[in-house]
């Protein structure tokens, strides 16, 4: 792939799937004619230098496929904190996320409705509203803080490192296919920050559940608590965390440190299958918080449908995490000897991602 | 920030404002010839109405979007290229936005 398509790919990322094709295609063409008519000029095929000086005067692939974007809406809170560039990735994770908790939400409502426990609309209205505002201010927090860093940087996606290499900084969707396909060569700083940030709020909200199980359960905590396991595998899931900062903190300081990055991948994928397996092997994952109370029978069948819909989501995710750790492995097995962070920068160019 | 930057700035944004509807009419004049997007880059620029391509091509689709120009993929040099012209709807326009032109041109060297 050569900088030119590294370049309009980037921005193709960016782009509404309608018009991809069409704006590439045209793109594309736009800058091969300019390099050609810069050619003519010298005299002379151009250097790879000329042509990345060519493409960074195009600007930040992000910025420029925002312009073709119709949709310009954006987020302020007196000042413009999510602009119009990243509000369509904003609003997917945010769907997605919110998507997710209503999902679990509706599935324990609907537990305590089918086994007979006396549900108030109150309730599920708190419960919502609740996980509305730590989902937007979350996600919210994180963008904003991107945003941040495109209008401070706009230039900052240019060539980074040696030989060539274009690296888009804020380039999410692209990160992290690159990240899950490839064994890449430089940790963006972006994904960095965003793992760090996304880490460290996991582990408060996990901390927080141990204490406060209405997190997660609703109002659903009046009868419910979270089973042992929960608790048993806290230190695990902390430690992993903590140890995915720690890996985001130094790439942060240090991008180019990826030698190990694909053993630490396997190695974390498959931590997680453990975890995973732990959880399912304990068969139980909610309990009544008193067993003895009025309405037991209601409270036994209710617990027995949430559990039996904690199996499947574990079970769907022992099979996914299990499928990844497989293909983590096979392309470890795979990669060529050598083929780590220091590869040739020869390598790096013909590459071009 | 210091007032020069500051004057600096509103300056900038005040002549892009003023740019942009100048641009408009600049391309509709420019396509009562057909050009693809890089000549016609090239033909704005050479006249002195130079715009970048994150400009251009995004404005070439809202006016064909209007009904103002139409376009056709067609090979050339064994490129793709996508061509682009002002079309019936688009000639009458560029003739009421000349006469708009004028007028306004007219007056403001009136005031000036």
């Known amino acids: 792939m050569d900088l030119v398509d590294s370049y309009v790919k ?35 095929p151009l250097t790879e230098e000329e042509q990345e000086g060519l493409l960074r005067q195009r600007g930040n692939p992000l910025l420029l496929a925002a312009r073709y974007r119709q949709d310009q809406r954006s987020v302020a809170l007196g000042r413009q904190i999510i602009g119009p560039v990243l509000f369509p990735f904003y609003i997917k994770v945010l769907s997605f ?3 997710l908790t209503f999902l679990v939400v509706a599935i324990i409502f609907t537990a305590l409705a089918i086994s007979g426990q006396k549900v108030g609309f109150n309730d599920i209205v708190s419960t919502c509203v609740l996980q509305l505002f730590i989902q937007l201010t979350v996600v919210t927090l994180i963008f904003a803080l991107v945003e941040r860093h495109l209008t401070k940087h706009p230039e900052r996606w240019h060539v980074k490192g040696m030989g060539g290499k274009f690296r888009l900084d804020l380039n999410i969707e692209r990160d992290i296919q690159l990240r899950i396909g490839h064994n890449i060569r430089e940790v963006s700083r972006f994904e960095s920050v965003s793992i760090i940030v996304a880490c460290a709020v996991a582990l408060g909200w996990m901390t927080g559940v141990q ?116 293909i983590r492995v096979v392309r470890l097995v795979r990669q060529p000897h050598g083929h780590n962070g220091s590869a040739s920068v020869g390598a790096r160019a013909k590459e071009g991602n | 920030m210091t007032p020069g930057t500051d004057n600096h700035e509103l300056f900038e944004n005040l002549r892009l404002e003023l740019r942009r509807g100048s ?65 019936a709807d688009g000639k009458e326009m560029l003739k009421q936005l000349l006469t708009e032109w004028q007028g306004i041109n007219s007056s403001l060297n009136g005031m000036l």
């Open chain 1, 10 to 44: 980037a921005v193709a990322k960016a782009l509404p799937e309608a018009q991809r094709e069409d704006i590439v295609g045209e793109l594309s063409e736009d800058i091969r004619s300019e390099m050609e008519d810069r050619q003519k000029e010298l005299g002379r």
């Open chain 1, 211 to 326: 204490n406060f199980p209405v997190l997660i359960l609703g109002p659903a905590a009046a009868f419910l608590k979270l089973a042992p396991i929960w608790y048993q595998i806290y230190f695990p899931i902390a430690a992993l965390t903590a140890l995915e900062i720690v890996r985001a903190s130094i790439n942060l300081v240090r991008p180019d440190w990826v030698r190990f990055r694909a053993y630490y991948g396997v190695f974390v994928q498959a931590a997680g299958l453990v975890i995973v397996y732990f959880l399912i092997k304990a068969g139980s994952w909610v309990e009544a918080a008193n067993s003895g109370a009025s309405g037991a029978v209601n409270l036994a069948r209710t617990v027995e449908i949430i559990n039996q819909v904690f199996l499947y989501a574990l079970v769907g995710t022992a099979v996914f995490s299990g499928v990844m750790t497989l």
């Open chain 1, 97 to 99: 996320n919110l998507g």
């Open chain 2, 23 to 87: 641009l408009v009419l600049a391309v509709l004049a420019a396509l009562r010839k057909e050009h693809y997007g890089y000549t016609l880059r090239k033909t704005l620029s050479e006249r002195g109405m130079a715009i970048d391509e994150g400009t251009l091509y995004p404005l070439l689709r809202r006016l064909e979007s209007h009904g103002l120009l139409v376009s056709e993929w067609r090979e050339e040099d064994k490129r793709n290229k996508r061509f682009y012209k002002l079309s």
